[in-house]
T-cell receptor
Framework: KQEVTQIPAALSVPEGENLVLNCSFT??????LQWFRQDPGKGLTSLLL?????REQTSGRLNASLDKSSGRSTLYIAASQPGDSATYLC?????????????FGSGTQLTVLP | NAGVTQTPKFRVLKTGQSMTLLCAQD?????MYWYRQDPGMGLRLIHY???????AKGEVPDGYNVSRLKKQNFLLGLESAAPSQTSVYFC????????????????FGAGSRLTVL
């Protein structure tokens, strides 16, 4: 059974700092790794998706990397801003039967202090 | 652009009562999912559907039933609510790009907060 872990559970940084969020998974047989953002009381918004054949994806100040062999993914946020404050979840995509499914980590709650 | 709409947004039930959560998507997506999110835990898959008229069990299906009578709607039912079902429920949908493709981006609804007393 795939298990996804995110450490730390919470992180607080001053504005402008570069930071890295970590995600680890136990089964390397994934088809993709996705990062989501969740604001309080809201649904999830997809940030980046890395296919199993890729090593990284970039969108603006965000860069996500994937190392299947070590079972790790990182989300790098450059020049953090207070608006980046949210919970960030990673999810490993697995195939089960006829459907693709996601196994989620419990998230890292990020606070960027002005 | 409505995307994925969940109703109701909030509901309080007493133990043993029944209710149905409705998820509607207007993106012509084939796949739809119901997840629950509990404090300190990631989202866990309850049931999912790969197309109209089909449903399948996810990781935590006990105590829930689902139906997909129309492609755009996915209903989650609780026949006899229990306090352990107090949670935030999220619906999501996606368009399958083929099992050979790695892309399967999910669009989530805003969530439905359910409290069972």
């Amino acid at each position: 059974k795939q298990e996804v872990t995110q450490i730390p559970a919470a992180l607080s940084v001053p504005e402008g700092e570069n930071l890295v969020l970590n995600c680890s998974f136990t089964d390397s047989a994934i088809y993709n790794l996705q990062w989501f953002r969740q604001d309080p009381g809201k649904g999830l918004t997809s940030l980046l998706l890395i296919q199993s054949s890729q090593r990284e994806q970039t969108s603006g100040r965000l860069n996500a990397s994937l190392d299947k062999s070590s079972g790790r993914s990182t989300l790098y946020i450059a020049a953090s801003q207070p608006g980046d404050s949210a919970t960030y979840l990673c999810a490993a995509g697995i195939s089960s039967g006829s459907a693709r499914q996601l196994t989620f980590g419990s998230g890292t709650q990020l606070t960027v202090l002005p | 652009n409505a995307g994925v709409t969940q109703t109701p947004k909030f509901r309080v039930l007493k133990t043993g009562q029944s209710m149905t959560l409705l998820c509607a998507q207007d993106m012509n997506h084939e796949y739809m999912y119901w997840y629950r999110q509990d404090p300190g835990m990631g989202l866990r898959l309850i049931h999912y559907s790969v197309g109209e008229g089909t449903t399948a069990k996810g990781e935590v299906p006990d105590g829930y039933n689902v139906s997909r009578l129309k492609k755009q709607n996915f209903l989650l039912g609780l026949e006899s609510a229990a306090p352990s079902q107090t949670s935030v429920y999220f619906c999501a949908s996606s368009y399958p790009r083929g099992l050979s493709s790695g892309a399967n981006v999910l669009t989530f609804g805003a969530g439905s907060r359910l409290t069972v007393l």
